[in-house]
């Protein structure tokens, strides 16, 4: 019994080859170019080297962050003959080498026109503790607030950003890192609050005529007026209408306007992902006020925004840029390679030791030593303490702030003497150390100092100790 040879088995050559009778040689292909192959040639044009000292172990290189173009960056990238390279612990932009005139053709052109050019780049966490281990506040949340960083505040390490930074750059005289982030390493202060494609802006009086959105170099992108005529109303959807809908409108004539609320929605469904400053104005032009907002993708949840420019804007400008000589600044473009950190710092927390003993057993003289005698680390306790579900355990709480690392430094160990018993020991010679899984922000009255309870002739303070908000890392030691 025979069956119909289907036309996908023809294609692949398939089981019906299996059958008796020549084996059909497959045909020449039908798209074949015989014309020479087209060779590529790629230089890098930034590198930005991501770098945090928890990762003692890999030379303080951060292999947890992954970096990706945003949607515009990746159509800009291949219109410019630009390949993203993300190598693991750092990413970088390279450019081919046989388009290398056009692309600094198309850099001129925007320069000359006074448009800046820039990439745009997500950093995504692939572990969710890297808040925890980061030097930054316990109660970031990247969903609210992410981390901005841009070249234009680049600088060299030990200086602050300084206009004549780029022309050393562009000479080669200097041979110190350049730090992208704002400092010695990444801090609280570069959040910037996110926002989505719909933007709930509240009006801070009735005198703001219109909300107009600025990207970062400071060129309009996006205007709403807040009061529109009627007779405009009549004729088209409310926020479907343009502040230059309602300037012609108003140039015909007085016309009654009727005011949006006092709340404007936004819509940056049709801008790239950025930062972008929304001001509030008046009819006159005067800035009634001002926010700063960073929308950017939703998911994944992004820790981080990149911005890098490829040009210097003007020459009393900061930053430094991997284009030099760009015109109307020079004669003409050409690339010197930057290289660029992003330094993060890792999270020093107080560590907590609860020691837990067996049911119906009990330790004299517990002490939690450091085994370096150089530079001991010191313990207050031990205290009793309750634990729902544990009972009574022996609290140590270390003398300063610990920080956490990838392959920590510490060996601690905890001696004792059991209750009867007749020397003392080692009931562990290492104990484990603070994990970033269990970081827990709390407010109390200083550690390490305890009260004292000895009754005194003085008269007893009865004003509250002052507290203090600090982190805590919670370690329980299971003898």
Avoid at 54 to 63: H, I, K, L, M
Avoid at 175 to 192: C, F, K, Y
Avoid at 309 to 321: H, M
Avoid at 392 to 419: I, N, W
Wanted: aromatic share 8%; net charge neutral.
């Amino acid at each position: 019994m025979s069956r119909a040879r289907r036309a996908y088995e023809r294609a692949l050559d398939g089981p019906s080859r299996l059958r008796p009778g020549p084996r059909q040689q497959p045909g020449p292909a039908p798209h074949r170019n015989d014309g020479p192959a087209r060779r590529y040639s790629y230089e890098r044009l930034v590198t930005v080297d991501l770098r945090h000292t928890y990762f003692n172990g890999s030379e303080d290189r951060c292999p947890v962050l992954r970096c990706q173009p945003t949607p515009d960056t990746r159509v800009r990238m291949r219109d410019w003959g630009l390949l993203f390279l993300d190598e693991g612990t750092d990413f970088s932009v390279l450019f081919d080498s046989n388009r290398l005139d056009a692309f600094l053709s198309a850099v001129e052109r925007r320069s000359q026109q006074g448009q800046w050019t820039w990439l745009s780049f997500v950093l995504v966490p692939e572990t969710p503790y890297f808040v925890n281990f980061t030097d930054l506040p316990s109660d970031f949340q990247p969903n609210l607030y992410n981390l901005y960083f841009n070249n234009l505040g680049a600088h060299f390490v030990g200086s602050p950003p300084s206009p004549t930074d780029q022309p050393l750059h562009c000479e080669g005289s200097s041979v110190l890192p350049i730090l992208l982030n704002p400092g010695e390493h990444v801090t609280a202060d570069s959040r910037q609050r996110v926002v989505g494609t719909q933007v709930q802006v509240v009006l801070v009086s009735q005198a703001v005529d219109r909300v107009v959105v600025m990207d970062l170099s400071g060129q309009q992108v996006l205007c709403k007026p807040c009061s529109i005529p009627k007779s405009l109303l009549a004729q088209r959807t409310p926020y479907l209408i343009t502040c230059a809908q309602v300037a012609q409108a108003r140039a015909k004539g007085p016309d009654e306007e009727q005011r949006v609320g006092t709340v404007l929605y936004l819509d940056l469904a049709g801008v790239p992902e950025g930062l972008y400053t929304l001001q509030q104005l008046a009819a006159d032009g005067q800035l009634l006020s001002q926010e700063v907002v960073l929308y950017t993708q939703a998911y994944p949840a992004p820790l981080g925004f990149v911005d890098l420019v490829l040009a210097k804007p003007s020459p009393q400008d900061t930053g430094l840029y991997p284009l030099c000589d760009v015109p109307p600044q020079g004669e003409g473009a050409r690339v010197v390679p930057l290289e660029l950190q992003l330094c993060f710092e890792r999270r020093s927390t107080r560590w907590c030791y609860y020691v837990v003993p067996p049911k119906g057993v009990t330790y004299e003289q517990l002490r939690l030593v450091d085994t370096d005698p150089s530079q001991p680390v010191t313990f207050s306790g031990p205290t009793p303490h309750l634990i729902p579900g544990a009972g009574v355990t022996q609290r140590f709480l270390a003398d300063q702030d610990l920080p956490l690392q990838e392959r920590s430094t510490f060996v601690f160990e905890l001696k004792g003497l059991r209750t009867q018993g007749l020397f003392e020991n080692t009931l562990m010679s290492r104990v484990p150390v603070a994990t970033p899984a269990l970081v827990q922000p709390r407010s109390g009255p200083a550690p390490g100092k305890p009260r004292s309870t000895r009754p005194t002739r003085h008269t007893r303070d009865t004003r509250a100790a002052p507290e203090e908000s600090r982190d805590y890392s919670d370690i329980f030691l299971n003898l």
